[in-house]
Structure formats: structure tokens, C-alpha cells
């Protein structure tokens, strides 16, 4: 054990970020801390490296354990040159050859045993020369610096000049190249390209030391660690497994958690209804039964209800009407801004039920392509047609139909009158608009609160066609899972583009990547596209591209991509800025059928069973009030037979009233 935290409790004023925070890291183990922002994850970090103190608790560090640190903002501002500030952490190597050198030069005028002294400090410092990398120092200063998007032509520039997120990229170059025992970073994706992502995703996945990271970005948690602390109302869970483990395991925990709960309050209310039912009976031997039922539900451990997302939140999108078998073609797609050439002559084919990821580097044409294709700009060259029945369903967050006057439900329930308002609250809530922010006007809204409303919107339309672009933007980790489910479970067809690695991940069983004015297909998630990325475009891309695609094909599971189909001036094609949720459940199996019907048969009989024996329970009850008349009667106060008979027949009738209550607990409890 290499770091380890035990009941960490942090407070500021009355607010409670951490409580009893516990758990320990291996030494070369990677951990990710998550929770929703606000958490209390970078004050964690900062107790760990001793900025902050926990009110109680502690940290342990393994003796002689190195910790690096990299914070999520600080002041930068090195005096040096890009390559000179990398170069000052292998100062001590400088150093140490220098030192090694000069021993080499001594050697040639020493002899005897000061040549003897001489030869063991060389062979000593040789050693830890080596062992250090010396000889490969400058390549790794290289490697680092080309890996975080630094060129040569940048090395001799001064840091002072840089933009603050190169300079965040210096900061972790550096911190990187000092490679300390615990790596901690807050954040560390932020500043970086998806090229600069993928290159730190292998560097810490084969980084000897142990890593302690917080980020925002699944795909490079899911790729880096294998431990997951999860930071949720103050409490820590540990999950021994990378983002893809730690999501299904939470569920699962998290479902088990709230049938625990939901469980214990069935159980606490039929307790309640037994115990009233009871002291109804108004008798001494059922009185006394209630009050042992209230003494034993006093001391039941009562669970929390756990944070659980609503059922009525898992989206369930279904189109309104199949489109036919093909899509979308596009054929000779060309595009250009004045002298900025996006691209020529691109030609791509979507059939129905296909979730296709528009991918590539920033400025390559990706939002353009959609815009074309839903009419916002025109195209230069090239034609783009629309199957039958397609209804456009198009999420862009620079072209927002809302309506800035109207408060976040009159924009949803104004656009669909027939649905109820339940129905509209759990789609907004599943895009983070609870309680009274669903009356908020939409002219009070930032751009992201805007295009949350606008994906909202979305998904109550018809659409069968689902056009995206960039629709996690502005979603918590919590919404983002809600819509990846949506679209996993979506029948119908979409196109969407995103930086969301992980999300591209989980929802697009195609990529299209735009690279070099072309596009290039791989007919697979974001995992297959990185295992066959150079070779697939180089393949598709080379001089013969046809028959080189034809000849792969069955090899590697892509289809060519070509052209045709329908104009998009189809009478059937509709273009709708709103999406579409449709709440349904799925329909049970035959199997299930039969034994939900046979549940409610034994329930019913149980239920039947009780009515009759509340019925004898209140006769035998007014039977005996009758005999305590009777009793009491005085023509009756000198017959002791008659009171015989009486007290007989009542001695009999609590007896079975004694056994009744208990059945009548049995069958309630059943």
C-alpha cells in the first residue's frame, strides 16, 4: 500500500463535503475519483497533497513516496523557453553527466588509489545514470512535448507567450517528466486535442508509478484506471474496476439499494395498517399484540432512500413511422469557404437503423455536412437525397427554435398539447430542469440551459431520423447515461456528431471520419475504429479505392460507401427541430404473463380469505359483548347454570378469537 485514506470528513461552515471518506491505492494501481461537480473530489486531492486539513481523519503516504501534483487552475508563468522548461527536470541527469564526464577526464592523470576512488564513484554514478534513462533523456522530453501537441517550431518559444491551456500542457509535461511515485491530476484532459487524449491514455496506462486522476472525460477514465472511488453526498464507494465496470456495478448496487428500501417501507406501512387493524378490534388480547408490533417497528434501522434516477427518466425513443430501407445518400459532396477547401466530392450512404458518428479534427467540415444536409447552408456541388417517410428530427446548439419569451414548459407543452404534465416534467428532469427552474423563461437561459431545452424538445418529436450535433455538451454524466440508453434502444436512424469518445462509444455502430478532405468508414464503435484507423484509411484512401474496399470488406466488416436514393424533395420528408420520447413499457413474455396472473390469483384468494376472517372476528367479538349483557342481566344474576352456560361459551369464543387474531396476522403478513 502505497497512499491510503481513512474517514476523511471535511466542513465548510454547515455544509458537509466529505464524511468518513475511506480507501487505499497500490502502489502502480490507477484510481479515478468521481462525482457530480461539487462533490468535494478537488478538495479530496488537496487534503491528500497537504493543501487542506480534514476536520478528522488522515492520510498516510508511504515513507520516501514522491507525490506530483496537478491542479485543475494555477498561475503559470515559467522564465524560460518551451524546451528549456522540460529540460529543467532532468536537471539532476545534466548533472549527473556532467559529473561523469569529469570523472572520465580525472581518470587519465589519477593512478594508483586515488584512481581506484576514482573508477568506484564512476561506476557508482554510471549505474544510477543509466537506471535514471540518462542516455534517452532528450528523446523523452521529446516524446512528451510532441505527444501534448507541441511542435519543434514551438520548443524555442518563450512560455510568457503561450495561450493559458499551453501552458496548463507545460505544466503537465513537466510533472509528467519528473515522474513522481503518485501522479494526481485534476482534470488533466481539459487543454488537450483527442490526438493529445489518446497519447497521455497510453502514457499513464504504462506509467510505473501509481496515478490518483479526476476527470470529466469516461472514455479516458474507462481507458487508464482500474480502480473507481465514487464521491456521492459526502460518502465514498470503491469499485474495483475501470468507468465501463463501475457504471454497471453502481447500477446494480444502486437498483439493490432502493428495492432494500422500497422493501423495508411496504413492510413498515403493512406493519402500521396491522397495528391499527389491531387496536380496531378494541380488545385487550389485540391491544396488547398492537403495542408489541409499535415496540418492535420502534426499533427497526430505518434505510436512507437512495439517490436513484426516476423510471420515468429512462427515455424510451421510438419513432413514429419506419422510414425505408435507405436513409440518406449524399453523392460528390463538395464545400468550401472562399479559399478554405472543407472538402470534395464526398460521398456517404446511411441505411435505417444505423447509429453513424460523424468524426474528425475541428474545422474539417463535420457541423457543415449536417447543416447541408438539413437546408441551413448550401452546398457548392453534390447532391443529397432523403429516403421515404424520413422525418428529420435536428439537434444543432447554433440554430435553436425556442421561443425566448416562454418559460422552459409552455416552449415543451405549447409544442405538444396532448401530452400531460408529468410526462414533460420527466423529460426536463432527465435534462436537469427540476421543480420551479421548468418556469423559468427562456431569454433568462444561458447557451447551454438553451440547447439542454432544445435536445428536451427533440426528443418528444416524430422523428425516425435523428440528426446531432455535439448533444452532450452541457449534460451531466447522469443525463448523458439517460440519453446513451435512449439512443442504444433507438430503432430508428441517426447521425450525430460528438467529442464524446465514450459516448460514441456506447450509441454508433459506425464511424465516419472526415480526415484530409475525405471520409473514410469503419463499420464498428470507437474501439474498433482505433484498432484499424490507419490501415482502414489507407486502404480506402489509396489510388484503387474500390477494389481495395470490395477485397476488405469481409475481412474487416465495413461496407463501401456510395450514393443514390430518393430526392430530398419527398413529399413523405419532414424536418423537425424536436426529438422524440415515448414512454412505453416493454410487453411482458408469455412466461411472465402466466405467472403475474397467477400472483394475483393467490393474492386475491389471501384477500378473500381475510374478509371472512375479519367477519368471524366481529361476530365472535359482538357474540361476547351480547354474553357480557346477558351476564349482567339480574333474572340471569341467581342462575348458575345459565352463568355457567354464559361464561362457557365466552371462554370458548376468546380462545378461538386468540387463535383468529394470529391467523388473521398470518394472512395480513402473507
Not at 71 to 77: A, E, G, K, P, V
Not at 193 to 204: G, M, P, Q, T
Not at 269 to 295: D, G, M, P
Not at 643 to 665: C, D, F, H, V
Amino acid at each position: 500500500m502505497i497512499l491510503a485514506c481513512q474517514n476523511i470528513s471535511k466542513s465548510y461552515g454547515t455544509d458537509e463535503i466529505l464524511k468518513n471518506v475511506s480507501f487505499h491505492i497500490e502502489a502502480g494501481e490507477k484510481v479515478a475519483i468521481l462525482g457530480i461537480n461539487g462533490a468535494g473530489k478537488t478538495t479530496l486531492l488537496k487534503i491528500i497533497i497537504g493543501i487542506e486539513t480534514a476536520d478528522s481523519g488522515q492520510v498516510i503516504i508511504a515513507k520516501d513516496t514522491e507525490v506530483g501534483y496537478l491542479s485543475q487552475h494555477q498561475d503559470i508563468s515559467f522564465d524560460n523557453t518551451v524546451y528549456g522548461e522540460m529540460l529543467e527536470t532532468k536537471r539532476h541527469i545534466i548533472e549527473l553527466s556532467e559529473r561523469i564526464s569529469a570523472l572520465e577526464n580525472d581518470m587519465q592523470h589519477a593512478e594508483g588509489e586515488k584512481l581506484q576512488d576514482i573508477l568506484e564513484t564512476y561506476n557508482r554514478l554510471t549505474t544510477k545514470f543509466e537506471h535514471e534513462n540518462g542516455y534517452a533523456y532528450k528523446s523523452e522530453i521529446n516524446g512528451v512535448l510532441k505527444g501534448l501537441g507541441f511542435t519543434e517550431s514551438d520548443y524555442d518559444r518563450h512560455i510568457n507567450t503561450l495561450s493559458g491551456g499551453q501552458k496548463m500542457r507545460i505544466a503537465l509535461g513537466r510533472l509528467l517528466l519528473t515522474k513522481p511515485d503518485i501522479l494526481i491530476l485534476d482534470e488533466p484532459t481539459n487543454h488537450l486535442d483527442v490526438s493529445s487524449i489518446s497519447w497521455l491514455e497510453n502514457f499513464l496506462s504504462s506509467y510505473k508509478g501509481s496515478v490518483i486522476v479526476v476527470s470529466h472525460d469516461r472514455y479516458f477514465i474507462d481507458k487508464v484506471t482500474s480502480k473507481i472511488v465514487e464521491i456521492d453526498n459526502g460518502t465514498s464507494t470503491v469499485y474495483n474496476g475501470n468507468y465501463s465496470y463501475y457504471s454497471e456495478k453502481r447500477a446494480k448496487i444502486r437498483a439493490d439499494k432502493m428495492k432494500a428500501y422500497l422493501n423495508q417501507q411496504r413492510e413498515i406501512r403493512h406493519q402500521e395498517e396491522v397495528i391499527t387493524k389491531l387496536k380496531s378490534f378494541n380488545r385487550e388480547k389485540s391491544i396488547k399484540r398492537a403495542e408489541s408490533r409499535e415496540k418492535m417497528l420502534a426499533k427497526i434501522d430505518v434505510l436512507e432512500k437512495p439517490y436513484d434516477v426516476p423510471s420515468e427518466m429512462r427515455l424510451s425513443l421510438t419513432p413514429s413511422t419506419e422510414t425505408g430501407e435507405d436513409v440518406l445518400y449524399i453523392e460528390g459532396l463538395t464545400k468550401a469557404f472562399g479559399d478554405n477547401l472543407l472538402f470534395r466530392n464526398l460521398s456517404i450512404d446511411i441505411k435505417r437503423g444505423e447509429h453513424v458518428a460523424l468524426i474528425g479534427g475541428n474545422g474539417t467540415g463535420k457541423t457543415t455536412i449536417l447543416k447541408m444536409i438539413n437546408r441551413l447552408i448550401p452546398k457548392d456541388s453534390g447532391t443529397i437525397n432523403l429516403g421515404s417517410r424520413v422525418k428529420i428530427g435536428y439537434y444543432d446548439q447554433d440554430h435553436q427554435v425556442l421561443s425566448l419569451n416562454k418559460t422552459i414548459f409552455e416552449e415543451i407543452s405549447d409544442a405538444y398539447p396532448e401530452l400531460g404534465n408529468t410526462r414533460i416534467r420527466n423529460v426536463l428532469a432527465a435534462f436537469l430542469f427540476t421543480g420551479d427552474d421548468v418556469f423559468k423563461k427562456i431569454e433568462n437561459l444561458s447557451g447551454g440551459e438553451r440547447g439542454r431545452v432544445s435536445l428536451a424538445k427533440l426528443m418528444l418529436s416524430p422523428a425516425n431520423f435523428l440528426i446531432l450535433d455535439e448533444p452532450t455538451n452541457h449534460l451531466d454524466v447522469q443525463s448523458k447515461e439517460i440519453l446513451e440508453q435512449a439512443l442504444k434502444n433507438y430503432t430508428g436512424t441517426v447521425l450525430f456528431v460528438s467529442h464524446d469518445r465514450y459516448f460514441i462509444n456506447q450509441t454508433a455502430t459506425r464511424i465516419l471520419e472526415l480526415r484530409n478532405k475525405v471520409i473514410t468508414n469503419y463499420k464498428g464503435n470507437y474501439d474498433y475504429y482505433l484498432a484499424h484507423k490507419e490501415e482502414l484509411y489507407n486502404i480506402q484512401n489509396s489510388g484503387n479505392v474500390n477494389a481495395s474496399v470490395n477485397e476488405t470488406t469481409s475481412r474487416y466488416g465495413f461496407s463501401q460507401i456510395s450514393s443514390g436514393g430518393a430526392d430530398t424533395t419527398d413529399s413523405d420528408t419532414d424536418v423537425f427541430n424536436a426529438q422524440n420520447s415515448s414512454l412505453t413499457p416493454q410487453a411482458s413474455g408469455k412466461d411472465e404473463y402466466l405467472k403475474n396472473k397467477a400472483d394475483k390469483a393467490r393474492i386475491r384468494k389471501i384477500e378473500n380469505d381475510i374478509k371472512k376472517l375479519e367477519k368471524s372476528i366481529e361476530d365472535s367479538e359482538n357474540r361476547i359483548s351480547e354474553i357480557d349483557e346477558e351476564i349482567n342481566l339480574p333474572e340471569n344474576a341467581t342462575n348458575a347454570v345459565k352463568l355457567t352456560e354464559l361464561s362457557a361459551e365466552k371462554e370458548s369464543l376468546e380462545e378461538s378469537l386468540l387463535s383468529m387474531y394470529e391467523k388473521w396476522e398470518e394472512l395480513s403478513n402473507l
